[in-house]
């Protein structure tokens, strides 16, 4: 049995211009300049607070850490209700999850910075509340790239680490697989660049989600589009 574990934002969703405003809000609010929008963005995935210290910077006392984090979630909420800031899937990602579903010797998972709540807002929006089988979020683990996100999914499915494959857009993600002793696949179309995914050490890395369900049973390899 393997445990394909998927990030969402940047790998699942694409969320991009929802974050990237909720983040352009908080800012204004905290009467901070705008930043690099590539920057912004590369914050994604990081728990919320940890974000939040990666954008304003490690000197920021606690509690505007905290201050900021709680804008970002009020303007989050608000902008998500607005059918202009709806975030689609990727191209193929309904599909490839719906056909490793379909497999006997795979169970899918999700290790997300989000909330059990946000995540909750998406499997119910897709119909997949009962595709899979173990959630991971920052409400139930450390931050990306600590590996107790994955460590704790292979426990919930009784899938041991070498068996997990990790799907993410963000090196975060990869070195979180990697810590936990499980195998990576980078998708070239998230927050983080192709090569930044690669000296994070992605086992592979894909260009569409049809190249995904073949690596589910590739061993390691030099990563390569």
Same mark, same amino acid.
């Given at each position: 049995?393997?445990?394909?574990?998927? *990030?969402?934002?940047?790998?699942?969703?694409?969320? $991009?211009? &929802?974050?990237?405003?909720?983040?352009?809000?908080?800012?204004?609010?905290?009467?901070?300049?705008?930043?690099?929008?590539?920057?912004?963005?590369? @914050?994604?995935?990081?728990?919320?607070?940890? =974000?939040?210290?990666? &954008? &304003?910077?490690?000197?920021?006392?606690?509690?505007?850490?905290?201050?900021?984090?709680?804008?970002?979630?009020?303007? /989050? %909420?608000?902008?998500?209700?607005?059918?202009?800031?709806?975030?689609?899937? /990727?191209? !193929? =990602? &309904?599909?490839?999850? #719906?056909?490793?579903?379909?497999?006997?010797?795979?169970?899918? !998972?999700?290790?997300? !910075?989000?909330? %059990?709540?946000?995540?909750?807002? @998406?499997?119910?929006?897709?119909?997949?509340?009962?595709?899979? #089988?173990?959630? %991971?979020?920052?409400?139930?683990?450390?931050?990306?790239?600590? +590996?107790?996100?994955?460590? $704790?999914?292979?426990?919930?499915?009784?899938? +041991?680490?070498? *068996? @997990?494959?990790? @799907?993410?857009?963000?090196?975060?993600?990869?070195?979180?697989?990697?810590?936990?002793?499980?195998?990576?696949?980078?998708?070239?179309? !998230?927050?983080?660049?192709?090569?930044?995914?690669?000296?994070?050490?992605?086992?592979?890395?894909?260009?569409?989600?049809? $190249?995904?369900?073949?690596?589910? *049973?590739?061993? +390691?390899?030099?990563?390569?589009?």
């Amino acid at each position: 049995m393997k445990l394909v574990l998927f *990030d969402v934002d940047g790998t699942l969703l694409d969320s $991009q211009h &929802l974050i990237y405003s909720a983040l352009s809000e908080t800012l204004a609010r905290m009467e901070r300049p705008l930043m690099d929008r590539a920057f912004m963005l590369s @914050i994604v995935g990081l728990s919320l607070e940890t =974000a939040m210290v990666h &954008l &304003l910077g490690p000197e920021t006392p606690t509690a505007e850490v905290e201050r900021a984090a709680g804008h970002y979630r009020d303007i /989050f %909420q608000v902008l998500r209700a607005d059918p202009a800031y709806a975030a689609p899937l /990727f191209p !193929g =990602a &309904l599909e490839t999850v #719906a056909a490793l579903r379909r497999r006997d010797d795979v169970v899918l !998972g999700i290790a997300t !910075g989000k909330s %059990q709540r946000g995540v909750a807002h @998406i499997l119910d929006g897709f119909g997949w509340r009962d595709v899979f #089988a173990t959630v %991971q979020t920052a409400d139930d683990a450390p931050s990306k790239p600590h +590996p107790a996100m994955v460590l $704790q999914a292979g426990r919930a499915v009784g899938v +041991p680490p070498e *068996d @997990i494959v990790m @799907i993410g857009d963000t090196s975060f993600d990869i070195a979180m697989g990697r810590a936990a002793g499980a195998r990576t696949v980078g998708v070239s179309w !998230g927050n983080h660049t192709v090569e930044a995914l690669r000296e994070a050490g992605a086992d592979h890395i894909i260009e569409d989600f049809a $190249q995904l369900p073949p690596l589910v *049973d590739a061993r +390691p390899m030099a990563a390569a589009l």
